[in-house]
């Protein structure tokens, strides 16, 4: 039986052990030196501003981890899914289209059952323009953020190891995990929800061979959920969302304190988003043997 050959002649394992310890390490290093250094004062969760800071400064330890190993292992960008060249494509816009398709699913199955309303607007004048540009840039950013540091790289390494869809399983329960003990108010129904989502977003790389569309998913359910449809989080309202809203009824319903994300509703929209998907676009793209044999 021929050897296997690992990129940078290191298992999958090992790899991903020393993207991880790069990444903590820096994370740690930056997060000392800012304290020192600048003295943050906390404030609202959910302001936009402040999401897009701390978003963008997460950002850099995964890249330059990334670009490291990236070297050790002779791969491009593109190797680990991340749209160089066609980041805002049609890729992309086509997971505006969905992203914002599914939370308005969402809502409007809500609404649909007397749960919530629109009273008014919350905004008007200066600060509407002002808080849709921010909450545009700060849904952008934590779409971008996110998706690149928990479906780049590691789903890669992972799935060069054990397969893709157990590697994308591996991930979902990890990302749900880490909503769910990290975020105040949490409760099973969103460990689930964010798990079956972060699912999905593997899904669709496996569709498209590029993180364009769940980036763009991303950022337009949030944009959506948190201040378009002016929706909590956390047990937050967005500083500055659109809506003034009523949410009225079960917390299984509505979501509760964790918003319309961990609505019992969502499970409708999750299972449409899989099918329609699948059924959109059934070929496979992602790259590697393993995962191709895995998705037949």
């Known amino acids: 039986m021929a050897e296997k050959h690992y990129p940078g002649g290191l298992h999958p394992g090992w790899r991903l052990l020393i993207w991880l310890a790069m990444l903590l390490g820096l994370a740690a290093l930056m997060g000392f030196a800012i304290v020192r250094l600048f003295h943050p004062a906390d404030g609202p969760f959910l302001d936009p501003l402040r999401l897009t800071v701390s978003d963008l400064l997460g950002l850099i330890p995964a890249v330059i981890a990334t670009g490291v190993m990236m070297r050790l292992e ?49 905004l008007s004048g200066a600060p509407l323009v002002q808080f849709t540009l921010l909450w545009l840039l700060a849904s952008l950013t934590i779409g971008v953020v996110e998706e690149f540091i928990y479906r780049a790289y ?67 359910f949030d944009w959506g959920a948190i201040f ?41 929209v999750i299972a449409l988003l899989f099918a329609g998907f699948k059924a959109r676009y059934p070929a496979a793209r992602f790259p590697g043997l393993a995962v191709h044999s895995a998705d037949s």
């Open 228 to 268: 378009f449809w002016s929706g909590r989080n956390a047990g937050e309202y967005a500083h500055g969302h659109l809506f003034d809203t009523t949410w009225r009824g079960s917390i299984h319903l509505t979501g509760g304190m964790l918003g319309p994300e961990a609505s019992w509703m969502m499970a409708i």
């Open 74 to 122: 002779r791969r491009t960008w593109r190797d680990y899914y991340w749209p160089t060249r066609d980041l805002f494509g049609r890729w992309f816009r086509r997971g505006l289209i969905w992203g914002f398709a599914a939370i308005s699913a969402d809502i409007g199955l809500i609404a649909l059952a007397g749960a919530y309303r629109i009273n008014g607007f919350a």
């Open 154 to 220: 590691v789903l890669r390494t992972l799935a060069d190891a054990i397969g893709f869809w157990p590697a994308a399983i591996v991930l979902a329960v990890f990302f749900g995990a880490l909503h769910y003990f990290t975020k105040p108010f949490e409760r099973w129904e969103d460990w689930v929800s964010v798990g079956l989502l972060a699912l999905f977003m593997s899904l669709t790389v496996l569709r498209t061979g590029t993180l364009a569309f769940a980036i763009g998913w991303h950022a337009a």
